[in-house]
């Protein structure tokens, strides 16, 4: 019988056993025997999240309360709602639970660096769920369970619908953050990331206002010599891939925080995408595809439990998540030194971007606030050409305060610790997406290679007319002709024309936080004239 253990969780009656710190094989077999999930052929388990395969920014609400009234930087992705909201939210879904013959509960905790640990409650209606939370937030040992005291509480349940008209949602699927109540409720959704986000959102609530910590959406490893790399990137830049050095220990692929001292880890694993996923390019994702990751929303080839990562027919977004000590290479515990060099990693299909260039901190400061990528043609229905796209921080749904509270944090620390920072482009060169081509990811390579070596900090730079930042004239093992892109394209007058479109977009994206910011930011923005 597997263990179970009576847990005294206030509001909660639960007339069948509650599941309490059940092993990654015990929930694997539980969601089995359930009809819940099945293993593929490497003994990883594989479910649906059902209706919701990623996250739903529109339904994600912060309680608007005396802590958060005057702290949280409202509007855009930072929904207010009210407390009674919440409150008779709370008592919904924790009567629904009450109902259930079976409840998962995990102790667990976010931030690898003892001094910083938020100890987290995880409340979930089924095991798969459970499952999610042992792979994705670090696990306390035994003798520290006999002494665990929740900070915080996750409560999620995917069958609990809200009803809009009464409850102050949009839809029957919610969300919603208290740090009154110290509780983050998900309902009316399977995708277990609101899990990971939520607990990343309060994160960045809590540790930049009362600890002076900088908390980060990026991947970061750590070389021979102890020098740290961090990588900032959305969505299709490669931060998970140019992270992934095997010369090099991966602290983590997604969430850290940077103290006077360190960078540490948010999280105990890594939830990477699959789609599209080949062993010889990503072969440690790939490998960690086995038993105890828990893989979604993927289809088989016909006739077998072989995964086909091509297969987008239920989504894109196909994720496994997976203990971090899957990853050969993983540093454990997962807490660097200072970091010596910070990459943004952008995608730019206008072919505008140097492959490579060096930022000052006004500049680096005002290309963290923008979070800049963009996305190509057939990403997305009616997009038939490259589209800016623009995410504070390189994670704005996720951020509640300001963006100028977390860049005037990383101005600060940069100029600290003497930390270079470099933006590569890791998109098109020689013309914009459908013209040019893809800049090879060997090059790419080679370029954060050489920054991360001091390679190119004896080499000449010469400044980009409309961004202003420095673009180096010579790149062990890459070709000079690629490092200034306007040298590339056929046309030059199309290259500056496209330059100053891209530019106008970069600063129309930046009036909405202009008044948020320093001077020093402000004039650090691509040039018009």
Request: contains cysteine.
């Amino acid at each position: 019988m597997p263990t179970q253990k009576k847990l005294l969780i206030p509001g909660l009656t639960n007339k069948g056993p509650i599941y309490y710190q059940l092993s990654a094989a015990e929930l694997v077999e539980q969601t089995i025997i359930r009809g819940q999930g099945v293993l593929n052929d490497t003994g990883a388990l594989c479910i649906s999240t059902g209706k919701f395969t990623g996250r739903s920014p529109k339904d994600k609400f912060i309680v608007k309360d005396a802590i958060t009234e005057n702290t949280i930087d409202w509007g855009g992705f930072n929904i207010p709602i009210d407390t009674k909201y919440f409150q008779q939210l709370k008592k919904k879904i924790l009567d629904y639970l009450g109902t259930k013959e079976e409840v998962w509960v995990r102790d667990a905790y976010a931030c690898a660096d003892p001094e910083f640990r938020l100890n987290i409650r995880v409340i979930n209606e089924n095991p798969w769920s459970n499952l999610f939370a042992y792979n994705m937030f670090l696990r306390p040992d035994e003798k520290e369970l006999d002494h665990f005291e929740p900070a915080w509480h996750i409560i999620q349940a995917p069958g609990f619908l809200a009803d809009p008209v009464v409850d102050g949602t949009r839809q029957q699927n919610f969300s919603i953050i208290s740090f009154t109540e110290k509780t983050i409720l998900i309902g009316g959704s399977g995708y277990t990331g609101e899990m990971k986000k939520g607990v990343f959102s309060v994160l960045n609530y809590l540790l930049p206002n009362d600890r002076n910590v900088l908390s980060m959406h990026c991947s970061a490893n750590m070389g021979i010599e102890k020098d740290v790399a961090i990588f900032f990137g959305l969505s299709g830049t490669g931060k998970t891939t140019l992270s992934a050095d095997p010369e090099r220990e991966l602290i983590g692929d997604d969430e850290h925080g940077w103290t006077d001292k360190s960078i540490f880890n948010f999280e105990g694993g890594c939830y990477a995408k699959t789609i599209d996923l080949k062993e010889e390019k990503e072969p440690e994702i790939f490998h960690a595809i086995r038993s105890g990751s828990l893989v979604e929303n993927i289809v088989f080839y016909p006739g077998t439990r072989v995964i086909d990562f091509s297969n987008k027919s239920i989504t894109e977004n196909t994720r496994v998540s997976y203990p971090l000590n899957f990853i050969s290479n993983a540093l454990e515990p997962s807490i660097g030194g200072l970091p010596k060099n910070i990459f943004f990693l952008t995608c730019d299909a206008y072919g505008v971007l140097p492959p490579i260039s060096k930022l000052n901190p006004g500049q680096a400061m005002y290309q963290f606030i923008s979070g800049y990528t963009a996305k190509v043609a057939g990403t997305e229905a009616g997009v038939t050409e490259p589209k800016a796209t623009f995410s504070a921080c390189f994670g704005a749904p996720f951020m509640l305060l300001h963006p100028g509270k977390y860049a005037e944090m990383l101005g600060k620390k940069m100029k600290e610790h003497n930390v270079k920072v470099w933006m590569i482009n890791t998109g098109w060169s020689g013309g914009a997406y459908g013209i040019g081509k893809r800049i090879k990811l060997d090059y790419t390579r080679a370029m954060i290679s050489a920054a991360l070596q001091g390679k190119l900090d004896h080499v000449d730079y010469k400044p980009h007319p409309v961004f202003g930042v420095e673009m180096p004239e010579y790149c062990p093992d890459v070709p000079v002709d690629i490092l200034n892109p306007r040298n590339t394209w056929p046309n030059q007058n199309a290259y500056d024309i496209k330059a100053k479109e891209l530019a106008k977009q970069f600063v129309e994206n930046f009036e909405k936080y202009a008044m948020g910011v320093t001077e020093e930011i402000r004039n650090s923005g691509p040039c018009l004239n």
